[in-house]
T-cell receptor, first 111, second 111 residues
């Protein structure tokens, strides 16, 4: 089945710093790749997705590029804000009806 | 439009009592999932419903856990004889085109 490895958190940054959260996956076939975000006290919500190699998903200043050759989908943002403090989940979907979620990476942004 | 709703938002119960958690998915979504999220942990898949098919119960941790989905819409997760280790956030999600839409969760505390 599918599996995913995310970098351990928490990631602590100052406002306006550059963010990278690494995600690598194993999946059969050609998975779609997702990043979900969970703000404090809320459920998860879709942040961005990519469905084929070299596609770039983007939303709210976040970006991630589908790298099939390295089976990676790293999340980046050029300048984080305090409001970006949340837990981020990488989730490959190789076609199974049961999605695979990473363990989540907590991001803490200080003013 | 209306998203996924869950009730109650918080539930405190005594060890040994039964609890029922409710999920109202997005109208028209045929797939519905229940997950458990323990403090600081990732998502643990519990059960999956798809239309009128038999549910996939492979993630239920014990026979104290059960779930129903009536009329292909509202779902109820029941935990019998609750234990302290059942304390967690229970998340419901409905799905369309591989994307999961999560409710805000029910925070269960078993004393």
């Amino acid at each position: 089945g599918d599996s995913v490895t995310q970098m351990e958190g928490p990631v602590t940054l100052s406002e306006e710093a550059f963010l990278t959260i690494n995600c690598t996956y194993t999946a059969t076939g050609y998975p779609s790749l997702f990043w979900y975000v969970q703000y404090p006290g809320e459920g998860l919500q879709l942040l961005l997705k990519a469905t084929k190699a070299d596609d770039k998903g983007s939303n709210k200043g976040f970006e991630a590029t589908y790298r099939k050759e390295t089976t990676s989908f790293h999340l980046e943002k050029g300048s984080v804000q305090v409001s970006d403090s949340a837990v981020y989940f990488c989730a490959p979907n190789g076609g199974s009806y049961i999605p695979t979620f990473g363990r989540g990476t907590s991001l803490i942004v200080h003013p | 439009g209306a998203g996924v709703s869950q009730s109650p938002s918080n539930k405190v119960t005594e060890k040994g009592k039964d609890v029922e958690l409710r999920c109202d998915p997005i109208s028209g979504h045929t797939a519905l999932y229940w997950y458990r999220q323990s403090l600081g942990q990732g998502l643990e898949f519990l059960i999956y419903f798809q239309g009128n098919s038999a549910p996939d119960k492979s993630g239920l941790p014990s026979d104290r856990f059960s779930a129903e989905r009536t009329g292909g819409s509202v779902s109820t997760l029941t935990i019998q004889r609750t234990q302290q280790e059942d304390s967690a956030v229970y998340l419901c999600a409905s799905s369309s085109a591989e994307t999961q839409y999560f409710g805000p969760g029910t925070r269960l505390l078993v004393l």
